[in-house]
């Protein structure tokens, strides 16, 4: 059985490639599209709830707590935000990493609970910036995978590297898995540099997997600094208008 609801893996195994913002943001998109929205926080530094303003008591129940708990329901778990449609499965900042086991469709199996998919229309997992048995878990899941990368001539190394992971598991343990697009995040035209990385992006996986991608905007690091998704925080600033655009055309794509 699996869960029959879009299911969107944010990732990159790179630190500081905006997955959490995008994860929050897009999350709060959509949820103000009118989907009902579940995020998922895979990455125990817990960035998620703070992003959105969540208090999570040391002790609470997380997702992470599936691994170690067999009978844990998920349904059980999820916290409300201040945002309407919107709701988190909080991390546990105690998780080692390590204690994932070796069990890649725990979450995919925790996911498959009907009472999720009748609760939710959409959900988002924000992932770690590993390559462990937590991102195997995420992807193992899902049926979209967004990879946002900073422009920078390593960070393309890095995509490349976990492209041939993603075509592994599609090949070999998820086969609805699909990549749905590469995204640049503080990314600016005018930097040749950035120009470049993204011109070869689009040249190795093709224009349609290009997405248009995020400006830099210190309101999204500010947003995030006051747990908000930058569409309350700064309603016209770039990040905002970049995020409701993004949103557009991914819904576009996963819903068509
Ligand atoms: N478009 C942007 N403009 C300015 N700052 C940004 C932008 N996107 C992300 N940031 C900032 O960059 C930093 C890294 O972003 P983020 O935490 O989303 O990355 P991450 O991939 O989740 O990191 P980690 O691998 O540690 O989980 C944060 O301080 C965030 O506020
Ligand atoms: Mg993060």
């Not at 979450?107 to 195997?136: C, G, H, V, W």
Request: hydrophobic letters at 45%.
């Amino acid at each position: 059985m699996t869960c029959s609801i879009p299911i969107l893996v944010v990732s990159n195994r790179k630190g500081g490639a905006g997955k959490t913002t995008v994860s929050v943001n897009l999350a709060a998109e959509f949820a103000a599209m009118g989907r009902r929205v579940l995020l998922i926080d895979l990455d125990s530094q817990g960035h998620c709830a703070v992003g959105l303003g969540v208090k999570v008591s040391a002790g609470q129940t997380a997702v992470h707590d599936i691994f170690t708990q067999p009978a844990l329901r998920l349904v059980d778990v999820i916290c409300e935000t201040s945002i309407n449609n919107l709701f988190l499965l909080p991390a546990n900042p105690a998780f080692q990493h390590d204690n994932s086991g070796k069990d890649e469709q725990r979450l995919a199996r925790a996911l498959a609970d009907e009472a999720i998919a009748d609760q939710f229309d959409f959900i988002i997992i924000d992932t770690p910036p590993t390559l462990d048995n937590l991102l195997l878990n995420a992807l193992s899941a899902a049926n979209w995978v967004l990879v946002p990368y900073v422009p920078h001539p390593l960070s393309f190394e890095g995509v490349r590297q976990l492209v041939r992971v993603l075509f592994k598991v599609i090949s070999e343990r998820n086969s609805k898995l699909k990549i749905l697009g590469f995204l640049p995040i503080m990314t600016a035209n005018h930097v040749r540099q950035h120009r470049q990385v993204n011109e070869q992006v689009t040249k190795q996986f093709g224009a349609l997997r290009s997405l248009s991608g995020i400006r830099t905007d210190i309101k999204l690091a500010e947003a995030f600094g006051v747990g908000k998704p930058v569409r309350l925080y700064a309603p016209k600033s770039r990040g905002a208008e970049d995020f409701a655009e993004l949103a557009v055309t991914l819904i576009q794509l996963i819903e068509k």
